[in-house]
Each structure stands twice: as structure tokens, then as C-alpha cells.
């Protein structure tokens, strides 16, 4: 099995930034893409930014050009780097991540527990 622990959230006032960090741990074989979903009070779960082992990444429009998505292989750790933040992206963050557990031999989606993001204006 694996788990997927999550970091970082928090409160900030418009036009600041924060970083989410999740780390994936337990019987590890490989992990294939990770990534960040968010969940708006009242709205579906929508993408944010994924990433696939190789560092290629993708960005939803409103993500793009104010948040970086980044992943240590070694540490089984993805990152959210997000600046110039404003009152839309308060949300629930989900990390996410695709894992073949030592037992294998398939990829199973995991997901976080959830971080709080909340943006004043």
C-alpha cells in the first residue's frame, strides 16, 4: 500500500504565495505521474497542474503563468509552487499520484488527504 501526505497550505492574503509539498511513502515501486487537483466550496474537483516522471507538465488556464509544479524522484515528492495568489483559488488542494506498490504488477491512483488553501483579499 501507499499513502500520500500533504503540506503547506494555509491562509494568505491576495497576491502572496504558498507552497504545497506531498510526499508519497509505503511500499513503493514506481510512481508514474503526480500531480494537484482543488475543490472550490459549491464546485467540482478541477485540475490544477500534473507532472509526469519524465518533467512534463500541464497546467489548467487559470494555473498557468502563476503556479510551477515540480517533483523530486528520489524523495517521491511533488511540489506547488503558487504566486500571486487571489481569493479564486481558495480551495481544497488534493495531491494526486499514479503508483505501482512493490506487490505490483498494475498503477493505482492515490490520493491526499487534502490542504486547506485559503486567499484573503
Known amino acids: 500500500q501507499a499513502q500520500l501526505v500533504e503540506s503547506g497550505g494555509g491562509l494568505v492574503q491576495a497576491g502572496g504565495s504558498l507552497r504545497l509539498s506531498c510526499a508519497a511513502s509505503?511500499?513503493?515501486?514506481?510512481?508514474?505521474?503526480m500531480g494537484w487537483y482543488r475543490q472550490a466550496p459549491g464546485k467540482q474537483l478541477e485540475l490544477v497542474a500534473t507532472?509526469?516522471?519524465?518533467?512534463?507538465?500541464n497546467y489548467a488556464d487559470s494555473a498557468k503563468g502563476r503556479f510551477t509544479i515540480t517533483r523530486d524522484n528520489a524523495k517521491n515528492t511533488v511540489y506547488l509552487q503558487m504566486n500571486s495568489l487571489n481569493p479564486e483559488d481558495t480551495a481544497v488542494y488534493y495531491c494526486?499520484?499514479?503508483?505501482?506498490?512493490?506487490?505490483?504488477?498494475?498503477?493505482?491512483?492515490?490520493w491526499g488527504q487534502g490542504t486547506q488553501v485559503t486567499v484573503s483579499p
Open positions: 509505503g511500499s513503493i515501486f514506481s510512481v508514474n505521474d
Open positions: 507532472i509526469t516522471k519524465r518533467d512534463n507538465t
Open positions: 494526486y499520484a499514479r503508483i505501482m506498490t512493490s506487490g505490483g504488477p498494475f498503477y493505482s491512483d492515490y
